[in-house]
């Protein structure tokens, strides 16, 4: 992996576009993620959060604009995906349900769903090492034998999130991680997620969400999405305002609160 310089965003898009059987999903889109920094994806649903996502990741081209990977147009997108960890029930569900979950954390050095031996590519005594090194670090250490299957909506994430950092990725993408989790399931992850956004020397975090509340402190910046098109974006404490929040989901913020370094808002008519 070529070392990032310093001032050069780890993903710029200039004037993005992405059109599919004639219909819009992004519009004009110009984005940066910078090493270390925290950002927040929030839009509806339909918003073109997760296409974003795969245009970023070079799953997709987009039909128009620019996009920069480390200062390159062209890159090595084996090499560019493995410098990423993606969080995203869809993973979790891919997961098998009787492995390990220290094995789940190693097969992420593989990019594996699942963890698998190959001829040259057998994990090693020192994978298995790292995998409970970093669960500890991210105060999960007590998940290590655990069967992933028999993990809480949360805990899953929590291990995802280890796994992902296996092969010490540049940025994490979380998408949509609290999808299906109860009010309780997802407090605690949110908490635990706000302890991971803390942690000195990290990678750049990126959160994709349609709801306010789950944007916890550490995400420092926020990008907005509404029908492909960017509806605002910087800090974040200055993107999540009642008129924004009203323009975007279509519906009155009658009030706003903020409590825990969270916004949660009341809606009306």
Not at 59 to 71: L, Q, S, Y
Not at 120 to 137: M, N, T, V, W
Not at 191 to 206: F, V
Request: proline letters at 7%; a negative charge.
């Amino acid at each position: 992996m070529s070392t990032q310089h310093p001032g050069v965003p780890l993903f710029q898009l200039e004037n993005v576009a992405v059109e599919r059987g004639g219909q819009p999903i992004l519009v004009d889109v110009c984005f940066e993620l910078f090493a270390g920094k925290h950002w927040a994806v929030l839009g509806p649903n339909g918003s073109g959060k997760t296409t974003l996502l795969k245009v970023m990741c070079g799953d997709i081209w987009p039909t128009a604009g620019v996009v920069r990977r480390r200062g390159e147009e062209l890159v090595d997108l084996r090499e560019l995906r493995q410098s990423i960890g993606r969080v995203s029930p869809e993973i979790a569900a891919a997961i098998p349900a009787l492995e390990p979950v220290v094995e789940t954390v190693v097969s992420g050095k593989f990019a594996q769903l699942g963890l698998h031996a190959y001829t040259g590519r057998e994990p090693a005594a020192e994978d298995f090492e790292k995998a409970h090194l970093i669960l500890s670090q991210l105060g999960c250490d007590g998940l290590a034998e655990k069967r992933f299957g028999t993990l809480s909506q949360g805990e899953r994430q929590q291990v995802l999130v280890a796994r992902s950092r296996m092969a010490s990725p540049l940025v994490i993408i979380l998408d949509e991680p609290c999808v299906g989790m109860d009010p309780g399931v997802r407090e605690r992850f949110l908490a635990w997620l706000t302890s991971i956004a803390a942690m000195p020397n990290g990678p750049a975090l990126m959160l994709v969400t349609h709801h306010v509340e789950e944007i916890v402190p550490g995400f420092e910046s926020t990008l907005v999405l509404k029908e492909g098109r960017v509806l605002g974006q910087g800090p974040t404490h200055e993107m999540l305002t009642p008129e924004l929040l009203s323009s975007l989901y279509a519906a009155r913020v009658v009030r706003l609160e903020k409590s825990g370094g969270r916004l949660w808002p009341t809606w009306g008519l």
